[in-house]
């Protein structure tokens, strides 16, 4: 239990679209709510979009409402998010995480989650 690993990451031109995927074991896919973080260099850790177990719950950084979408395949115990029309200011490392936010106001905060992947870089360029 814990591991969670991402990938999808890479290069693109601003206006582009990347999906990342975070594969996970049963166990968490089934008892945690999952999100998406990313890091710039130089910047803190911010929480970016989060999806409920059952996937009927949703939320979003203002700043990626309307062109990120997170979802889930649990399936598949895969945890996606779309990112499209990315900008310069979406550079960074993008991390999977796991957790039980015990309220709405933190849902994306970073104390919330307990596990976590290594993360997988994306670097938009103009």
């Known amino acids: 239990m814990g591991q969670l690993v991402e990938s999808g990451g890479g290069s693109v031109q601003a206006g582009g679209s990347l999906r990342l995927s975070c594969i996970m074991s049963?166990?968490?896919?089934?008892?945690?709510?999952v999100a998406w973080f990313r890091q710039a260099p130089g910047k803190e850790r911010e929480g970016v979009a989060g999806i409920s177990i059952r996937g009927t719950s949703t939320s979003y950084a203002d700043s990626v409402k309307g062109r990120f979408t997170i979802s889930r395949d649990n399936a598949k115990n895969v945890v996606y998010l779309q990112m499209d029309s990315l900008k310069i200011e979406d550079t960074g490392k993008y991390y999977c995480?796991?957790?039980?936010?015990?309220?709405?106001?933190?849902?994306?905060?970073?104390?919330?989650?307990?596990?976590w992947g290594q993360g997988t870089q994306v670097t938009v360029s103009s």
């Open positions: 049963t166990d968490i896919l089934s008892a945690y709510w």
């Open positions: 995480a796991a957790g039980r936010p015990r309220g709405a106001e933190v849902l994306l905060t970073r104390e919330s989650f307990t596990y």
